[in-house]
């Protein structure tokens, strides 16, 4: 359909962006950036110190003359600055080889069905220059595995607007829990779906984004080998709802959107929509690995102002997705 809302073209490239590559490599480059800044500054400081040394040594003989060891001349000591503290530092210290700023955490999670308690975090990573970055920046999510209180893993966002640990949830039917992530805030929130893999299976252990088996669904949003995204709510022009079948002991995740032209649809009385749902079920075979695959997709156009053409119900799979 022409002229499809922007605004969806945007969402939709998000979610073909790796998770971890790009992320990484914003971090490296400027890391190296400031290291450069780093030994430049620290040359420029040393020339000024051995100058102004020569200086001060030239004025204070012209005023008085040679120092005798026996009458030495006072000399007042200022304290050296040792710096901030590690308790005066931005950002918070979850057990990770960083700080993390613009803290967000969810506690009580039973990731394993085993009782233990775990933590998961949202935040961005402090910079070496011990600045908080901005809201734009690169986020992580970390995941307490083992209930002592102390971040085991972490993994980079795709993006972050408002985002932060929503909620866990077993969405395998296996007595695990699947870890719901907000990524973007809004009248449209979009969420992610995370993996969180204990020790000793087959897979490393960590917290990682669950990906779309081959085919998928690239139409409606579901491309294969891509992290899942969940999209509720409604904006102009674009409305979404997720709701869930057989849950918990089969779930089948029934996602849907639909997306108009609003420039359109005032100027003309004959404009559709165009509308997808797509059925999705988490398999975890073996517990070596988790991915969505697509039982069935449809979509289709209708013209403007019918209604949604699907369900969208306060709360499905035990979450609310409405923030």
Partial sequence: MANIDERLARRLQRIARPVVGPAFEVLDRRRRRRQRRRVVGAGILAATVV???????AIA???????RPEDPMPVDIAPVDPGPSVEDLPGADIGLDFRLCGLQRLAGIDFFGDGTRGIAWTGAPLEEGRRCPSARDVHVVAVDHD??????????LPI??????????????????????LLQLGSTPEYGIFDVVPEGLPRSAGVVPIFVQPPGARRAGYP???PVSLWAGGDEGFSAAIRCEGYPEATELVAAWSVYSVAEAESDPNAVE???QTRLRLEEPDA??????????SSGERPVGEGAPFEQPPRACGVDWAP
Avoid at 61 to 67: L, M, V
Avoid at 288 to 297: G, R
């Fill in 160 to 181: 972050c607007t408002g985002c932060r640990p929503y909620e866990a949830t077993d969405l395998g039917g296996d007595g695990t829990a699947e870890l719901v992530v």
């Fill in 51 to 57: 100058a102004g040394s020569i200086g001060a040594f």
């Fill in 147 to 156: 209930g002592d209180g102390s971040a085991d893993s972490f993994t980079y």
């Fill in 61 to 67: 003989r012209a005023t008085f003359g040679d120092a």
């Fill in 274 to 276: 165009e509308f997808h």
């Fill in 288 to 297: 070596s690995s988790a991915s969505f695959i697509v039982l069935e997709t």
């Fill in 224 to 226: 294969s080998n891509q």
